[in-house]
């Protein structure tokens, strides 16, 4: 069964300056992106990507956990990808019904997991080693526990639980490296 591959291009982070977390998806012929938003340049995206072989016009696919623009502001750099979120898939001038799975990529679904917006989405990913979740329910390994930017706390503790009972085997949070599920404090 082929599944997908995951690479992060860059861990975000927060504190003086914030970075998201900007991950590139391969299955088959799809290539995806999540969440390419603020870094501190584009070569910060672009670098890694053309590391792995793989053109920003070769991109057919960018997926947005949410809307604010540390995870959205270098979309434009896929000129040809289909842009997905919360509401449907955009491509030029078409606004299309969302679909939970990628065209093309059985392996790679997303999740509504509404908290830190109420527009949250997770990409979920099966790879050879388990399940990989891209999320913005953590920022980071360390939480916080307490989202101070949430909008609804409640909720967020909610759409956790809902992927900690995914059981994945790797979780890629907004603003950090890459932890498994055991490593949350």
């Known amino acids: 069964m082929m599944t997908a591959i995951v690479d992060v291009l860059t861990n975000g982070y927060v504190g003086d300056r914030v970075a ?17 938003g603020m870094v501190s340049s584009r070569e910060a995206i672009l670098g890694p990507l053309h590391d792995r072989g793989v053109h920003e016009d070769d991109v057919t696919d960018v997926i947005f956990s949410h ?8 979309a434009a750099l896929f000129r040809s ?14 606004w299309g019904e969302r679909t939970d799975v990628i065209e093309g990529a059985p392996s790679v679904s997303l999740l ?5 917006s109420s527009q949250d989405i997770s990409t979920l990913i099966q790879t050879d080693d ?18 101070p930017r949430a909008t609804d706390q409640a909720q967020l503790e909610q759409s956790r639980q809902k992927v900690l009972d995914l059981r994945p085997s790797l979780i890629i949070p907004g603003h ?10």
């Open 20 to 36: 998201g977390t900007v991950v590139l998806v391969r299955e088959n012929d799809v290539v995806i992106v999540v969440d390419p």
């Open 112 to 116: 509504d997991t509404p908290g830190h």
């Open 176 to 185: 950090g490296p890459s932890f498994a599920s055991g490593d949350l404090t």
């Open 67 to 74: 809307h604010h623009p540390d995870h959205t502001l270098n």
């Open 130 to 147: 388990g399940l990989v979740v891209c999320t913005h329910l953590w920022w980071s390994s360390e939480g916080p526990a307490i989202d």
């Open 81 to 94: 990808a289909r842009f997905h979120d919360v509401w449907a898939i955009y491509q030029n001038d078409v």
